[in-house]
Every structure is written in C-alpha cells, then in structure tokens.
C-alpha cells in the first residue's frame, strides 16, 4: 500500500512476472497498462456445447412413463436448442394415475 488520499493502493498483478511499477486500487487486479497489453487476457471458452439432463414425462393408457432426454445447445449464439433421447428407448419405471379426484370436505354437522 501506498500514498494517502484515502484510499488503499496496491501495486499491480503483474509487478514481480512482468515488473509493472504501476498501482491499482482493487488488490491482485492488473493495471490499465497491462490489460492494454494483452496479459489479462484469458483463453478462449471451452468448445463443448451445454447440455441439461431431463426426463421427459408421457401418459399412455392412464400410465405415466419417463423417457431421459438432453437438452443440447445447438448454435453458439446460445438461441438454438434441441431435445434429443439421452439413451435408447426403454421402460423407467411406471407411476399408475387416475382421473377420479376427490370431492369437496363436507363440514361435520354433529359435535
């Protein structure tokens, strides 16, 4: 730290790796010098897609079945998206379901 002013000052990133005599106010942040000449500069993003796991529900004769799918990113964008099968097409376990719901609560007349 450095000066007065009120305000700490620490010297930059790269003071020892690239022997900047430059301050900066943020501690192990790389002065305006040194992100002007490129040494701040991370690499480039990993080229794989994003892509989500999910199971995707269907109802075939009042049974619920599960089929896993992925969501894939398609476009670099981030705009293009697609719902491919995550793994061939078998059986997950079934849940049953009925279309009989319950009544209203009726309020009990005695006490």
Known sequence: MSGSG???KYRCKYFYTHNCP???????SPCASCCAEGRD???????TPYSHE???PRV???TVHYT????????E?????????KVEQTQVPAV???????GPPVPATSY
């Open 6 to 8: 009120g305000f700490y």
């Open 22 to 28: 430059n301050w900066v106010y943020v501690n192990n």
């Open 41 to 47: 500069v991370d690499g480039p993003p990993p080229e």
């Open 54 to 56: 999910i199971c995707v």
């Open 60 to 62: 075939e004769d009042g």
């Open 68 to 75: 896993l799918m992925e969501i894939v990113n398609t476009d």
């Open 77 to 85: 964008s981030g705009n293009q998206w697609t719902l491919r099968y």
């Open 96 to 102: 049953s379901t009925t279309s009989a719901t319950p």
